[in-house]
């Protein structure tokens, strides 16, 4: 069993809709939890991390249960360029290895 | 502003070769991490560095080495290739600041034939 599991995805949602991917992670010791997005053959870029009160950028809205040891990311009025494999990743402290999921993709249609 | 920068982004070696790979970490960042993602799969850690000193080691086949030099940059060396190397390899720096987020460079596509 995989360290961060996810959504296998894909999702394949109109442009304006509103998505929600969920992520759960097995290490307790987790400290540190973030979202990437990744291109194509591109590398993984930091959308944002996610903190235990929650947080929002714009669109995109990341929320953590500790207790449940969930994490999640919501887009809202989706893009075409929002179009990507989302990674949830998880690592123990600053300084340490990032631990990826194995990502959701993400289509928007036109 | 300065990115990770990774040398060279396309690499294509026989199988038993030997590789190297380079990584310029982002200015003031003082940690360096290189990830292997095959096809298909999602970023596996092999080795980091912090102030040139090995901080974690992964995933990384003994055939691989790698070390952190005084201007902060990273070369992993690669030997004995084998076909199952075949990936890209990331090079990620973190800040001294807030050694939690870490930035990826383009990578390094290596194929070996």
């Known amino acids: 069993r995989k360290e961060v599991e996810q959504d296998p995805g894909p999702f394949n949602v109109p442009e304006g809709a509103t998505v929600a991917f969920n992520c759960t992670y097995s290490?307790?010791?987790?400290?540190?939890f973030f979202w990437y997005r990744q291109d194509c053959r591109k590398e993984p870029k930091l959308l944002m991390s996610?903190?235990?009160s929650g947080n929002e950028d714009g669109r995109f809205t990341a929320q953590l249960n500790r207790a449940s040891q969930y994490i999640s990311l919501l887009i809202r009025d989706s893009k075409l360029s929002d179009s990507a494999t989302y990674l949830c990743?998880?690592?123990?402290?600053?300084?340490?290895?990032?631990?990826f999921g194995k990502g959701t993709r993400l289509s928007v249609i036109a | 502003a300065a990115g990770v920068i990774q040398s060279p982004r396309h690499l294509i070696k026989e199988k038993r070769e030997t590789a190297t790979l380079k990584c310029y970490p982002i200015?003031?960042?003082?940690?360096v991490y290189w990830y292997q993602q095959g096809p298909g799969q999602d970023p596996q850690f092999l080795i980091s560095?912090?102030?040139?000193?090995?901080?974690d080691k992964g995933s990384i086949p003994d055939r691989f080495s790698a070390q952190q030099f005084s201007d902060y940059h990273s070369e992993l060396n690669m030997s004995s290739l084998e076909l199952g190397d075949s990936a890209l390899y990331f090079c990620?720096?973190?800040?001294?600041?807030?050694?939690?987020?870490?930035?990826f460079g383009p990578g390094t596509r290596l194929t070996v034939l």
């Open positions: 560095f912090y102030e040139k000193m090995q901080s």
């Open positions: 990620a720096s973190s800040p001294r600041e807030t050694r939690n987020e870490q930035f």
């Open positions: 996610v903190y235990s």
């Open positions: 200015p003031r960042h003082d940690t």
């Open positions: 290490n307790s010791a987790s400290q540190s």
């Open positions: 990743v998880v690592n123990k402290a600053g300084n340490t290895p990032l631990v």
